[in-house]
């Protein structure tokens, strides 16, 4: 069974930081490019982070940039998204999306982060 399993998030104060993970099931992440996404209550879904194969580049959106990093374990078929300095528009549920094809690709189930004093 194809699975994406999202842990890590929590309620933090700003300037906090957490550490998600996303572990894969069914299949084998080095195959894929990896994202993390995030939606907020009553906005569109945004893209927070993406990782190539092999992980050697790293892209992300302009409201996170310099405060996350999003890295891969290839071996353990999880990848990471470390988040530093959060601010209370970073709350949101924070999505593992799996990209292989326009037909081939897989979402977690998510995980819920709140920043928030």
């Known amino acids: 069974q194809v699975q994406l399993v999202e842990s890590g998030g929590g309620v933090v104060q700003p300037g906090g930081s957490l550490r998600l993970s996303c572990t894969a099931s069914g299949f084998t992440v080095r195959n894929y490019v990896m994202s993390w996404h995030r939606q907020a209550p009553g906005k569109e879904r945004e893209l927070v982070a993406t990782?190539?194969?092999?992980?050697?580049?790293?892209n992300y959106g302009d409201s996170v940039r310099g405060r996350f990093t999003m890295s891969r374990d290839n071996a353990k078929n999880t990848v990471y998204l470390q988040m530093n300095s959060l601010k209370p528009e970073d709350t949101a549920v924070y999505y593992c999306n799996a990209y292989f094809s326009v037909v081939t690709n897989y979402w977690g189930q998510g995980t819920q982060v709140t920043v928030s004093s």
């Open positions: 990782i190539t194969r092999s992980g050697g580049r790293t």
